[in-house]
């Protein structure tokens, strides 16, 4: 992949400091998107929002049949796309069944094994048709965690999630292209490991509180990781916390590293504008010659 001299998305996806907000639009349904598009289902659909929302980056999930289209739609426009992938784990429980596949994570992961290299083969599939079209990110999406911490034992995590995880990425990584984690709750605990895989970028998924995407943030921040998000679904609810959301983020921004971006639980149409309040807000809060 050719990169221009300086790609702000890239670097600031790598920890960079850029010099300017930057800002993501990661996943949303139809009627959401609808909010800021008038092309609410079709290929270009999450590129006119993309654009109406102004953002640099935004996410293209793989796996609906329009996804080619949505990243040349992106590309003319000028927002860098992000593909998404299905990580292993979560296609494995749902394949043995979620409450039995959750007590094979303890008591037998052996059993998991196959299914979930079986997955790993899936996703690295799709990473390969992203590369093809010159994405800018593979994201992977892996649930880790929820409201009260890791979903598996952080043993099961470090041994046989994390290191297939790498195996999804590998070819991205090889070739310069940034990969990114999105996974709902506190991660804190697999960073260095995720570090160690390859890794680059976060994307804070729902479930955390504002201290808690605090205390996320600045513990990737140490580790050098780039970080997407810092605007809850839960304060696009009113202008004024869409407001203070995005200020709020304009702040962090200034350490580095930050695309401000929603935490993937935009579904209705009203907090899909006021994500676009939020947006405003951090560019309005934070000029490129005061980072």
């Known amino acids: 992949m050719v990169r221009p001299a300086f790609d702000p998305v890239h670097a600031a996806l790598s920890g960079a400091l850029v010099g300017h907000v930057l800002t993501a639009l990661t996943f949303a349904p139809p009627d959401a998107l609808a909010a800021v598009s008038a092309a609410p289902r079709s290929a270009s659909s999450i590129a006119e929002a993309a654009s109406a929302l102004d953002v640099d980056l935004a996410f293209v999930p793989s796996w609906l049949p329009s996804a080619p289209g949505t990243v040349a739609a992106l590309r003319e426009v000028g927002v860098a796309p992000a593909w998404v992938v299905r990580g292993p784990l979560w296609p494995t429980l749902e394949h043995v069944g979620l409450e039995n596949g959750l007590r094979l994570t303890a008591r037998d992961p052996d059993a998991l094994a196959s299914q979930l290299d079986l997955q790993v ?171």
């Open 121 to 291: 083969e899936r996703s690295r599939s799709a990473v390969l048709v992203g590369m093809r079209l010159d994405v800018s990110a593979i994201v992977v999406a892996e649930d880790l965690a929820g409201n009260d911490g890791l979903l598996v034992a952080p043993d099961f995590a470090l041994a046989e999630v994390v290191p297939r995880l790498h195996a999804v990425v590998a070819p991205a990584i090889d070739d310069g292209v940034a990969a990114v984690l999105h996974s709902d709750g506190d991660i804190r605990a697999l960073l260095p490991a995720l570090a160690r895989a390859g890794f680059t970028a976060v994307h804070a998924g729902g479930g955390l509180s504002r201290d808690a995407f605090e205390r996320l943030f600045w513990a990737a921040r140490r580790l050098g990781f780039g970080v997407i998000g810092g605007i809850s679904t839960g304060d696009l609810v009113t202008p004024a916390g869409a407001v203070f959301a995005g200020t709020s983020a304009s702040l962090l921004a200034r350490a580095g590293g930050l695309l401000i971006g929603d935490d993937g639980g935009v579904e209705r149409a009203r907090e899909m504008r006021l994500l676009e309040t939020a947006f405003a807000a951090a560019r309005s809060d934070l000029p490129p010659d005061r980072l």
